[in-house]
């Protein structure tokens, strides 16, 4: 007769395991749909960089751009704050717009950098359309910080002070075609031509809008001190699935072993459940726990509930 079995050794309920799961993936809410870009193992690449010499081609047009989304923002917020208005809000406008994660960088992932002849140009690809933050992004993103960086308090200032006054033409002016402050006169000359042996940059990359909160979420996340977290797709969290039940059977196992009994004794007539049937469950219960997660966030950061992701 085999000894008593130590309930400490017993296999735990599967919910237990699925819950524990949920908490390990700890965010996989940040998966919308099988639309999130995850990179197989083995094929994943660095994050992009700036191509500093492209800088020189395209720094007028980013001003612009840069420019024309400040007039934008500083003329909503008078809208919105009227004399509630403070300049720490029009600088917290300005250190964002070269943040293509934050709305105010959105711009960043909208325009693509295309060749003509002899010119690198900024194309707009549309008001729906976003793409990845690859090479060109970043290069776009280290022009707007050349730009801006150094000067954003007096930016702000001049947006703040001047008010209603500062229009478009009149931050591009500001910021763009300065004669007596070089750092503020991108415009001032037209760029260089591109050399004939610049190796052409990489084609536009669209993304599903959903990548795009994603990622403004985490980065809202990591502000609030709840950084370190990473996005799972749904074939990942089946191979995870997968790669736990390995380890627990071989666990159970063990222990069923050292205590003199089979674990697969405890349910004969059950039928083995396919990953798919796995992964589906984890998914289930992982959806469950990252709404809870995104009710909390939405309350923590304000944001607006038409900007709340849905998992699906």
């Known amino acids: 007769r085999p000894p008593p079995i130590d309930p400490a050794s017993m296999p735990k309920r599967r919910s237990?395991?699925?819950?524990l799961l949920a908490c390990a993936l700890l965010l996989a809410l940040l998966v919308a749909d099988a639309k999130v870009t995850v990179h197989d193992k083995g094929k994943k690449k660095g994050p992009a960089r700036a191509v500093k010499s492209d800088v020189k081609y395209i720094k007028c047009q980013v001003c612009e751009e840069v420019a024309?989304?400040?007039?934008?923002e500083a003329s909503s917020l008078r809208d919105e704050k009227g004399a509630k208005l403070t300049e720490a809000d029009v600088l917290e406008k300005v250190e964002k717009v070269c943040d293509p994660t934050a709305e105010e960088g959105e711009w960043l992932v909208k325009h693509d950098l295309v060749e003509k002849g002899t010119a690198l140009t900024m194309k707009f690809m549309g008001a729906d359309v976003y793409g990845k933050c690859g090479v060109e992004c970043k290069t776009m993103q280290?022009?707007?910080e050349d730009i801006v960086s150094d000067r954003d308090t007096d930016i702000a200032e001049a947006l703040f002070t001047s008010g209603d006054a500062m229009k478009r033409a009149a931050v591009t002016a500001f910021l763009c075609r300065d004669e007596y402050e070089t750092e503020r006169g991108s415009c001032l000359r037209?760029?260089?031509?591109t050399p004939k042996d610049r190796q052409k940059g990489p084609a536009f990359e669209a993304t599903d809008k959903k990548e795009i909160d994603m990622q403004r979420m985490m980065k809202q996340m990591e502000a609030m001190g709840m950084g370190g977290m990473q996005m799972y797709?749904?074939?990942?969290?089946?191979e995870m699935v997968s790669d736990y039940d390995d380890d627990f059977a071989a666990s159970a196992a063990a222990n069923g072993e050292a205590a003199g009994f089979n674990a697969q004794s405890f349910d004969e007539d059950a039928p083995a459940a396919s990953v798919a049937e796995k992964a589906k469950n984890a998914w289930s219960s992982v959806k469950q726990f990252g709404r809870g997660i995104a009710d909390k966030l939405k309350n923590a950061v304000?944001?607006?509930?038409?900007?709340n992701v849905e998992l699906r």
């Open 16 to 19: 237990s395991r699925l819950a």
């Open 68 to 72: 024309k989304t400040l007039s934008r």
């Open 142 to 144: 280290r022009a707007c």
């Open 302 to 307: 304000g944001s607006d509930p038409d900007d």
């Open 190 to 193: 037209a760029p260089p031509p």
């Open 233 to 238: 797709g749904r074939d990942d969290m089946a």
